[in-house]
C-alpha cells in the first residue's frame, strides 16, 4: 500500500521558518509529479506547490517568495521550505500526487501565531 507521510509542522510565531517533510514509500515520489497542499479550518484543501519529475515548481500567488518546494528522489521524500510566515498559512499541510491523488496521510499541522 502507498504511503505518504508528511513531518515537520508546529507552533511558530510570524516572521519565522519551518521545513516540512513528506516520504513516499516506494518510489512514488521520484515517479511522479508531487505538490503541497493545504486546507485551513472551515476551508477547501488548496495547492500551495507542486514540482514536477523534471524539477520544475509552482507556487501559488500567497506563497511565492517565501515558499520552496524540493525533492531527493534518493530518499523518496519532497520538502516544502516555509518562511517567512503568516497568521493566514496556519493549516493542515498534506503531500500528494499532483495530478492524480492517492489516498490523503494524516497531513501536518502548521500554526504561526504570536
Known amino acids: 500500500q502507498v504511503q505518504l507521510v508528511e513531518s515537520g509542522g508546529g507552533l511558530v510565531q510570524p516572521g519565522g521558518s519551518l521545513r516540512l517533510s513528506c516520504a513516499g514509500s516506494g518510489t512514488i515520489v521520484s515517479s511522479y509529479d508531487m505538490g503541497w497542499y493545504r486546507q485551513a479550518p472551515g476551508k477547501q484543501r488548496e495547492l500551495v506547490a507542486g514540482i514536477s519529475i523534471f524539477g520544475t515548481t509552482y507556487l501559488v500567488d500567497s506563497v511565492k517568495g517565501r515558499f520552496t518546494i524540493s525533492r531527493d528522489n534518493a530518499a523518496n521524500t519532497v520538502y516544502l521550505q516555509m518562511n517567512s510566515l503568516k497568521p493566514e498559512d496556519t493549516a493542515v499541510y498534506y503531500c500528494?500526487?499532483?495530478?492524480?491523488?492517492?489516498?490523503w496521510g494524516q497531513g501536518t499541522q502548521v500554526t504561526v501565531s504570536s
Open positions: 500528494n500526487r499532483r495530478w492524480s491523488n492517492l489516498a
